[in-house]
């Protein structure tokens, strides 16, 4: 019985020196992005020398897909690494990925899925596509399967998709001649025809660009600029889901912006992190910071 005493203490003195949620953190955890922003991955993912945006892990955590980018934006590869032995690996292309612009990866559900933008040729043509279009790649046999094409784009410019697990797709355009954030609800093997959310939710003179819901459908960070409060080229605001309703996005403040322009937000696949991209001095640089250092 002493002994039973003796190991049950053990156990709750080793729990209080290692809390629960640090003994099975997943291997994008960062200490030192508790209260602040840090790069994520220095020198391997996110890199001074590249253009880097858009962080989305695999369930585990164990495998980033984000795109490498010429400065102008002219092309995007998406690439991967793997964490393996404690360490992120040097990134690769995604073997679908690399002769056109494709950016902005976005997991389904259940992860079988990767939905993304891209400007390969449409079917029947063979230039180059003028405007970015939503495209998905299925995870079979080992390899992400031919891309198809979604007929829920339109002829301008449709971003940055995003998913809840109900399978609701979330995505910025220009259409229409604005910028304006839709969701497309899913129907059959694809999804209704997408409809605006409410302007109001970018506040007074905003105007959006890559923004991303929650898993839970219940949360919404966007990228922001025009604003009275935007302090750069582009802010992260937020905007909740209240009784049905989307309230008008707050910023993130000066945790996260700066006088540089902050975008392509993604919160981790375990709810706790804060992913985005930073354009400093012409480069685009990817950061992290733990969403209990945000006053939301």
């Known amino acids: 019985m002493k002994s039973i005493v003796i190991l049950i203490t053990c156990i709750a003195v080793t729990s209080s020196f290692f809390p629960q949620q640090d003994l099975y953190a997943a291997p994008y955890h960062s200490a030192l992005a508790k209260d602040k922003v840090v790069e994520f991955a220095p020198g391997i993912i996110s890199t001074k ?19 490498r980018c ?7 590869t998406m690439m991967q690494s793997s964490f ?27 992860y079988s899925q990767l939905y993304f933008v891209s400007k390969r040729p449409l079917e029947g043509e063979q230039e180059e596509a003028k405007e970015v279009n939503i495209w998905r790649s299925t995870w079979k046999n080992d390899q992400w399967q031919q891309p198809e094409y979604l007929d829920i784009n339109s002829d301008a410019a449709d971003l940055y998709p995003s998913l809840t697990d109900k399978g609701e797709l979330y995505f910025p355009s220009f259409r229409d001649n604005g910028r304006h954030m839709f969701v497309a609800q ?13 302007s109001h939710i970018y506040g007074v003179n905003g105007n959006i660009g890559d923004s991303a819901v929650s898993r839970d459908g219940n949360t919404i960070v966007f990228s922001i600029k025009d604003r009275e409060d935007s302090r750069g080229k582009g802010d992260l605001y937020i905007s909740n889901r209240v009784n049905g309703k989307w309230t008008i996005a707050n910023s993130l403040g000066d945790k996260v912006n700066t006088a540089d322009h902050e975008f392509t937000p993604i919160i981790s696949p375990d709810g706790n992190y804060l992913f985005f991209t930073r354009i400093e001095n012409g480069k685009g640089n990817l950061y992290q910071i733990h969403l209990s250092a945000l006053d939301i």
Do not use: M
């Open 49 to 67: 020398a590249n253009f880097e945006i858009n962080t989305v892990f695999n369930k585990a955590g164990d495998n980033v897909i984000f795109a």
């Open 70 to 76: 010429k400065d102008d934006f002219s092309h995007c």
């Open 84 to 110: 393996v032995s404690g360490e992120w690996q040097q990134p690769t292309a995604l073997a679908i990925s690399g002769e056109y612009l494709d950016a902005d990866p976005y997991y389904s559900a259940d």
């Open 186 to 198: 899913p129907k059959g093997n694809g999804f209704a025809t997408p409809e605006p959310l409410s």
